[in-house]
């Protein structure tokens, strides 16, 4: 007998994430984005080539500014990791479905 609506049977639960104000949903995050930010959520998951030049970032050929990074990460589309000793950007999960529906 299947629980939850898990066609396995198996008693596990289905968890469904919806939408709140806090976290809205991709299509509006999308809609609330410049032409900027959606070009720089592009050049980080297009480009392996990032660094810190100044007070913001080279990713490939763009240059991004703190403050732009700082917005995205607000809106919990990137985040600032070290691999390697060296900074870079990452796109988070919400951040690279919203990047694959710009495509």
Do not use: N
Request: one cysteine or more; charged letters at 30%; aromatic letters at 4%.
């Amino acid at each position: 007998m299947a629980r939850c609506g898990y066609p396995g049977g198996r008693g596990e639960g289905v968890t469904v994430i919806l939408p709140s104000v806090d976290h809205p949903g991709p299509a509006e995050t999308i809609k609330r984005l410049t032409r900027r930010q959606r070009d720089a959520l592009r050049a980080i998951a297009f480009f392996r080539r990032q660094r810190k030049a100044g007070k913001g970032w080279l990713v490939g050929d763009k240059r991004l500014s703190e403050k732009m990074i700082e917005r995205l990460e607000i809106m919990e589309l990137v985040e600032e990791s070290v691999i390697g000793g060296q900074p870079t950007l990452q796109l988070t999960i919400v951040g690279r479905a919203i990047e694959a529906k710009l495509q």
